[in-house]
């Protein structure tokens, strides 16, 4: 018997384990917050610390998928894809000083 599984738009799976990317606002990475991540199990809460940065990955332990051979679970990663507002859609005087404040 030959099982073949199919391919998922959500999750990437390396081995036992899963990753999947999550898109943060600017203001959750540059702030810190909390943001609700659906899981083939069952939706969590992450805690996402100030400061994160675009691609930063968050270890859920045992959320991934069964060894078939140990009966252990892998573990799931996600990543963060940071979301940058629209520079034009911003009110200007925040445009103003983010241009004057913010590095090179």
């Not at 099982?3 to 738009?9: I, K, N, T």
């Amino acid at each position: 018997i030959s099982v073949e599984v199919a391919g998922s738009s959500e999750y990437e799976r390396k081995g036992s384990d899963l990753y999947k990317s999550i898109d943060v606002s600017l203001k959750l990475a540059l702030f810190g917050g909390k943001i609700e991540v659906h899981t083939p199990d069952k939706t969590v809460t992450l805690k996402v610390p100030k400061n994160t940065k675009n691609a930063q990955k968050f270890r859920l332990k045992e959320k991934g998928f069964p060894n078939r051979r140990s009966g252990a679970r892998g573990d799931m990663y996600l990543v963060a894809n940071i979301i940058l507002p629209d520079s034009d859609e911003l009110p200007e005087d925040l445009r103003a000083l983010c241009e004057e404040k913010l590095p090179q």
